[in-house]
């Protein structure tokens, strides 16, 4: 019988997690003559919180700036809540202001204050009067532990600190999907749960989310799929139990044994 602190099992899943919100079809992209992503195909749903894995070079990175076109794809489409992402132009910020991003460096605004650097995305994108964005980003301050860091700069901060309110200034555009490209890679030991803690909160509150990490123990509690790519391909996908317990192709045990 299910212990009511088992995570939720595949049946419950489906049921908490809602439509395709992120959806790309046969993407493709090369660098010269590096083919980096082969034929991707990747729905996630609605709530649904994805953890892409795999070893260094495989196309993790290509992904997501390709998700949020940083990168410019090949062939292929690619579509948020139902609407594709044009290549370029006005619906392209508008579009891209859906995606949230939080890179390996926490990237802040370093001549800017915390809360200003929380602030000036809603105010210059989204619209939000001065006084409702401070609000806003004080609420979400507050929520990533950094709220009394408010008028200080990125330079006085700690790594993960910076990295809490790299994802705060992301929340505040209100995004429909978060992306998370190795955040915690670039942060001293002490400081990646801090990061992880938050990020696992986000995901109990239902956002969406692209993870790209080599912290398992985050992949086995907080997701709901893993994918793993390897040489530009997705070459495997299943849940975080049948992924660490049985990983089927030989790419993926073998990429498992080295982590150990
Ligand atoms: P990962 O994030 O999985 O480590 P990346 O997506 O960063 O992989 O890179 C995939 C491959 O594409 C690597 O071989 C990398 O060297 C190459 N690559 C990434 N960005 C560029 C670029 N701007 N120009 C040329 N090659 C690139
Ligand atoms: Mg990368």
């Known amino acids: ?57 495989s196309g993790k990175s290509t992904l997501c700036r390709a998700i949020n076109r940083l990168e410019p794809i090949d ?38 204050t915390i809360l200003e650097n929380v602030t000036l995305g809603p105010t210059k994108v989204r619209g939000l009067k001065g006084h409702e964005a401070k609000k806003q980003a004080m609420d979400l301050l507050e929520r990533v532990g950094v709220a009394n860091q408010a008028g200080k700069h990125p330079a006085q901060l700690s790594g993960g600190q910076q990295q809490r309110v790299a994802i705060a200034r992301a929340l505040a555009m209100r995004p ?26 986000l995901a109990r509150e239902g956002m969406t989310m692209i993870v790209v990490t080599h912290e398992m123990g985050f992949a086995r ?30 790419r993926a045990k073998d990429f498992l044994s080295k982590l150990l």
């Open 221 to 250: 509690k907080a997701a709901d799929r893993v994918i793993f790519m390897d040489a530009g391909q997705i070459v495997e996908e299943a849940t975080p139990e049948e992924f660490f317990t049985n990983p089927r192709s030989e």
């Open 75 to 112: 062939s292929g489409t690619i579509s948020i809540d139902g609407k594709e992402l044009p290549a370029e132009g006005k619906d392209l910020a508008r579009l891209r202001a859906d995606v949230g991003m939080v890179f390996q460096s926490f990237n802040l605004f370093a001549h800017k």
């Open 1 to 57: 019988m299910a212990h009511p602190h088992d995570p939720p099992a595949a049946t419950e899943n489906a049921e908490r997690l809602g439509g395709p919100l992120v959806v790309l079809t046969d993407v493709n992209k090369h660098f010269g003559e590096l083919h980096v992503l082969k034929d991707i195909d990747m729905t996630v749903r609605r709530g649904e919180v994805v953890v892409v894995i795999g070893p260094s070079g």
């Open 176 to 201: 429909k999907v978060m992306l998370f490209d190795e955040p915690t890679s670039a942060l001293d030991p002490e400081m990646i749960t801090e990061v992880l803690d938050v990020m696992t909160s």
